[in-house]
């Protein structure tokens, strides 16, 4: 059965404090693998990975994928409070979207 | 250009009722999917259409079903309904099937279904 695991659950960290989001899968028939933030309803977007090795940034966001090992990293830099949210690590699994159940991410000013 | 929208926002149902959710894609996308995400945990995959034909289905029982309309909007509907149900129900929207390359799919803002 398909599997995308996240870690840790929940992580509570100052503002400025750099902060590291883990996400492993097992999925038989990978596309790629995506990030993304919900902080009230829908989940945004934030990356799409489908190459080993090749880190993806935007701003204080970062992200890479290790496909022989199975996992992808989310680097978040200084951050900020309106970076508390849940981050959400997905893997696209044909024509369908496989979850992990999210890191909750706090951030203390 | 308006985004994946999604209606009722919220909605309230008691056990054994029915219920139907709606939902319209982003302009030009002819996939649209259906995942509910239940407190503390992620979206699960429900339903996938596309082109008005289902392409894809999770493990939920024979109580949920969806079509997908002549404009590509699409509707959820749930018979029976437990309270295990309650959840937030959310549709995505791709322009393709495959979800690959280019090919990412957007989501609504979702509806917050209760169950007493």
């Known amino acids: 059965e398909d599997k995308v695991v996240q870690s840790p659950l929940s992580l509570v960290v100052h503002e400025g404090d750099t902060v590291t989001l883990n996400c492993s899968y097992e999925?038989?028939?990978?596309?790629?693998l995506l990030w993304y933030k919900q902080e009230k309803k829908a989940p945004t977007f934030l990356f799409m990975l489908t190459s080993s090795g090749i880190e993806k940034k935007s701003g204080r966001l970062s992200s890479i994928l290790d496909k022989k090992e199975l996992f992808s990293i989310l680097n978040i830099t200084a951050t900020q409070t309106g970076d508390s949210a849940i981050y959400l690590c997905a893997v696209a699994d044909g024509n369908k979207l496989v979850f992990g159940a999210g890191t909750i991410l706090r951030v203390k000013s | 250009d308006a985004g994946v929208t999604q209606s009722p926002t919220h909605l309230i149902k008691t056990r054994g009722q029915h219920v139907t959710l709606r939902c319209s894609p982003i302009?030009?996308?002819?996939?649209v999917s259906w995942y509910q995400q239940v407190l503390g945990q992620g979206p699960q995959f429900i339903f996938q259409y596309y082109e008005k034909e289902e392409r894809g289905r999770g493990n939920f029982p024979d109580r949920f079903s969806a079509r997908q309309f002549p404009n590509y909007s699409s509707e959820l509907n749930v018979n029976a309904l437990l309270l295990g149900d309650s959840a937030l129900y959310l549709c995505a929207s791709s322009s393709g099937l495959r979800l690959e390359g280019k090919n990412e799919q957007f989501f609504g803002p979702g509806t917050r279904l209760t169950v007493l």
């Open positions: 999925v038989t028939n990978f596309r790629s």
């Open positions: 302009s030009g996308h002819k996939s």
